[in-house]
């Protein structure tokens, strides 16, 4: 589904939604593709309500090449958050060579990903600074 064809209003009804009813929505469409979470996957900093948007994802990694050869990418995901009308979710796969081992998000990077308009952030990697995101 393209950005073009959901609307705001579609976003905030969803928002108005439980989990299980959307569950059951998806057995009742049969929508089998559940890659998106896990039971690794769990909040981390407590949000008050359903965040919804959609999604904007990108793959990471332990820095790689250069000293800024990871800048180009990021640049460009934060590009893709900002050109969206939408809120936006910030989805994050690590595709590290050994997963896990080395932070995906930060304070840092959550800040400059809510600036570009990230209402939220899904993460399989490690995140660090969870305070500092609580209180954010």
């Known amino acids: 589904m393209s950005t073009a064809s959901v609307t705001i209003d579609q976003i905030q009804a969803l928002a108005t939604l439980d989990t299980p009813t959307i569950a059951n929505a ?3 469409l049969q929508i089998a593709d559940r890659r998106f979470t896990g039971p690794q996957i ?3 900093t407590g949000a008050s309500g359903p965040v919804v948007g959609i999604a904007v994802t990108a793959m990471m990694k332990e820095q790689w090449g250069g000293k800024f050869a990871h800048l180009e990418p ?3 995901f934060l590009d893709e958050i900002e050109r969206c009308p939408l809120p936006v979710i910030a989805v994050l796969h690590d595709e590290s060579e050994q997963a896990g081992r080395d932070a995906m998000i930060g304070e840092g990077m959550s800040r400059v990903m ?3 308009g990230a209402a939220g952030v899904l993460c399989d990697g490690c995140i660090r600074d969870l305070a500092a995101l609580r209180e954010m």
């Open 26 to 28: 998806m057995e009742t």
């Open 42 to 44: 769990r909040p981390m």
């Open 74 to 76: 990021w640049l460009k």
């Open 114 to 116: 809510r600036a570009a």
